[in-house]
């Protein structure tokens, strides 16, 4: 038999207790993902990257230079480690975007103006992005359905079918 079948019947085995998603991890990822200000995280975290990709000093040339060419290292540093915690740690999200901004801002000085403007750029997308992102609400079910029943029941009266229970007739 297949493997992941069930032998008797030929149908699919359950993945776990109660279908966790094992058998579809990009349905799993993707709920994960919408659940966090995902593109957000990755735009500041692949800013942070592509500034740190064009410093071309090797740490030698750096730690010689003094500590102006190292915030051109650590700028880019904090722009990618607040990105991965903007993905990971969604609850502290306006903290990680200013400090994403503010670095964002910095590396203009630092690091080759920004990582030529792209990384710089990115990074102050992404920041925005995360500071405006805002959790998805609960579904208002509830509130539907108590809605509907108003509007059956308002409709009802106003037909002459309400449900209230009639008159027995004057004999």
Known sequence: MARGTDEAVGQPTPTGPA?????????????????????????????????????????????????????GYVLPIVMLVCGLLIVFNPGQRLFYSVIGVLASL????????????????????????????LPDRPRRRRWL???????????????GSGTAAAAPAAE
Not at 24 to 49: E, I, N, V, Y
Not at 50 to 70: F, K, M, N, P, Y
Not at 108 to 117: A, K, P, Y
């Open 19 to 71: 279908g966790d998603g094992r058998r579809h991890p990009w349905r799993a990822f993707r709920r994960w993902r919408h659940r966090r200000p995902f593109g957000a995280g990755l735009a500041l975290a692949l800013g942070g990257a592509e500034i740190l990709l064009t410093q071309r000093a090797s740490v030698s040339v750096v730690l010689a230079a003094g500590a102006d060419s190292l915030a």
């Open 106 to 133: 910095a590396t203009w000085v630092t690091s080759n103006l920004g990582g030529f403007f792209l990384g710089m750029l990115l990074g102050l997308v992404g920041s925005s992005l995360a500071f405006g992102w």
């Open 145 to 159: 359905r108590r809605n509907r029943a108003r509007t059956e029941t308002r409709t009802d009266t106003r037909t």
